[in-house]
């Protein structure tokens, strides 16, 4: 029987807070979604292990009401904590990037901008690693606008059977987790920055990915939270950047690499995206966005075009239909661009 909203605010209301007062009451019910028998939300707290037993009544509770899947995820966000002293310090060193357990490498897939195709690159370079034999993993990190769901296609809920570690799903050979997989599609996922790198921390640390040649992660555009985060607390083994050849999107792209140099992360490599367009009807080919102009941000930085991608319709329908080009027709001149990639970053040694 499916559930109400109704049903599962009443149910939380029975779980006290440590404070004494109920979940509810206390205002730690955040992104409540309820979706037949399926039932997620999230609670911000100051700090997670004081909650960690009221977040196990709550999954208790909910499946004695009926719930056949429930996700809650904590993040923490002290409301003690001073604002940040924007004066550089020399005293405190903060804690170095860790590695990931199980995880031997991990690529950030970046751009500087938004709307440069860097998702359907980050898709079909995953696919393409898989399909060279690497075990491979795939981080939706652009927790505002989560696509590797639709592109990958994936769908259902990650569960998490001791409340503790979340199992991602997985597909063409990718293990995926995603921010998308706990909301719908439709759904704005509306937090602050703190809440955004407590989801971020969990889904680096708290999924059981187990032992991957490489992790992808594919970063929203810009140089935020995100970047900053992934960059601080997870050993970043090189970043990708993807561009459009036009002038604005190279302006961009320059920003994100000084971000990742002074984050002391290796550049990989530049990706030339909607790099030509051929007519399917005439064959006349033409540079919508222009054509060069990444090859020559490369050769100025000293880091390698590893592709020029073309704009190409099977590329987007494949995409949307969510079966990455590199797997709906992977002996196509399309997916042998991404296919190039792949074996490249792997003689190198990088993936």
Not at 26 to 48: K, Q
Not at 105 to 132: F, Y
Not at 174 to 200: C, F, H, K, Y
Not at 243 to 258: C, E, F, W
């Amino acid at each position: 029987m499916a559930l109400s909203r109704e049903d599962v605010l009443a149910c939380l209301k029975q779980v006290k807070a440590p404070s004494g007062v109920d979940l509810v009451e206390a205002g730690l019910v955040r992104a409540l979604n309820v979706d037949g028998t399926s039932v997620r939300f999230v609670m911000e707290v100051d700090l997670p292990d004081p909650f960690l037993p009221a977040k196990a009544e709550a999954e208790e509770k909910l499946t004695a009401l009926g719930a056949k899947s429930v996700s809650i995820v904590m993040t923490a966000h002290s409301k003690s904590t001073p604002p940040p002293d924007l004066k550089p310090s020399r005293q405190a060193e903060p804690a170095g990037p860790a590695k990931i357990p199980g995880v031997a490498r991990i690529i950030a897939v970046a751009s500087g901008k938004g709307g440069v195709g860097k998702s359907t690159v980050a898709a079909n370079l995953a696919c393409a690693l898989a399909a060279e034999g690497r075990r491979v993993g795939m981080l939706d990190a652009d927790v505002y606008g989560p696509s590797q769901p639709r592109m990958l296609g994936v769908s259902g809920r990650p569960q998490s059977p001791d409340g503790k570690l979340i199992l991602p799903l997985r597909n063409y050979g990718v293990t995926m987790m995603s921010i998308g997989l706990m909301t719908n599609e439709d759904q704005a996922v509306v937090w602050r920055g703190p809440m955004l790198m407590g989801a971020l921390q969990q889904m680096l640390t708290q999924v059981q990915w187990g032992a991957l040649d490489v992790l992808i992660v594919d970063l929203p555009p810009g140089t935020g939270d995100v970047q900053m985060t992934l960059a601080q607390k997870a050993h970043l083994d090189g970043a990708v950047i993807v561009s459009t050849p036009q002038d604005v999107a190279l302006l961009d792209a320059r920003k994100g690499i000084d971000m990742f140099n002074q984050m002391n992360t290796p550049i990989l490599g530049m990706i030339e995206n909607m790099s030509t367009h051929i007519c399917s009807q005439c064959g006349h080919e033409e540079h919508m966005f222009g054509h060069g102009g990444v090859k020559s941000e490369a050769e100025k930085l000293g880091v390698p075009l590893l592709a020029e991608i073309p704009l190409h319709l099977d590329i987007r329908l494949a995409a949307d239909g969510g079966a990455p080009i590199v797997v709906s027709k992977p002996d196509s001149a399309q997916a042998q661009g991404f296919r190039s990639v792949a074996k490249a970053l792997i003689e190198a040694g990088k993936a």
